[in-house]
């Protein structure tokens, strides 16, 4: 079904510190391209994540599942990134710009020569690695707009790790993505920007705080603002108006 310039399998771990707002997550993302589209997918992963305050989180939930999830579809050229949320009633249309800072560390990922690179994205500052030899502006999640295919990230605050675990490359292949467009998005209600969503998604999360909290005095409520992108959540006290 998918023909592609490259498949690339990443193992992602999400640990952030906070207690209240955290995430804490492992799964692995699968990129397919042909080097203008891409295709991501996630796959649950049965570990235990360690969290910041020494408890055991098992990845194996009630939601776990041994199939590939479609998770965005990513436009190279013009930096756009789609995908779902809302069990697919919400379709988001997500332009990406980051900044990209090159060092001068090198270092061998899957026997490909990589080179490092800085960035800021979305509350979490990074350092990766991208290969040399091909200049393709993709990665994983949104990682995207890099001058090379971008292997692994990972977060100056040890939250975020993501390396690349395998590849399968086959540059000369100049076959386009085939990709189902209607399929993913056809039946979405809605279509929002990224601003949108997390506008609405946050504000609905501090309704449903505030009803707890008014019904229960005392009690904390939460949800997982601080993902890979952490969420400009007013209750946060770690996030900067």
């Known amino acids: 079904m998918y023909s592609q310039k490259y498949t690339v399998k990443y193992d992602v771990t999400i640990n952030d510190p906070s207690l209240r707002w955290s995430t804490n997550d492992a799964y692995q993302l699968i990129t397919k391209s042909d080097g203008i589209k891409s295709i ?22 009630k ?56 960035f800021e994205f979305r509350g979490r500052y990074y350092e990766a690695y991208y290969a040399i030899d091909i200049p393709i502006a993709d990665g994983p999640f949104k990682f995207i707009g890099a001058p090379g295919l971008i292997l692994e990230a990972n977060s100056f605050d040890y939250s975020v790790t993501i390396k690349a675990s395998a590849i399968s490359l086959n540059l000369n292949n100049t076959t386009p993505l085939n990709f189902d467009y209607k399929q993913w998005f056809n039946n979405s209600e809605y279509i929002f920007s990224y ?31 601080r993902r890979i992108e952490i969420l400009p959540n007013k209750l946060d006290p770690e996030i900067n108006d």
């Open 40 to 61: 991501e997918f996630r796959k649950d992963k049965d570990t235990i994540v360690i969290k910041s305050n020494g408890v055991l989180y098992e990845t194996k939930t």
């Open 195 to 225: 601003d949108k969503y997390v506008e609405i998604y946050l504000n609905q999360w501090y309704k449903i705080i505030t009803k707890n909290e008014s019904q229960y005095p005392g009690s904390k409520s939460s949800f997982n603002s």
């Open 63 to 118: 939601y776990f599942t041994d199939s590939l999830r479609f998770k965005r579809f990513k436009i190279l050229k013009t930096n756009i990134i789609e995908y779902t949320e809302y069990n697919g009633q919400a379709h988001i249309k997500d332009t990406i710009s980051i900044k990209y800072k090159t060092g001068n560390k090198k270092k061998i990922i899957l026997d490909l020569e990589c080179n490092n690179l800085f």
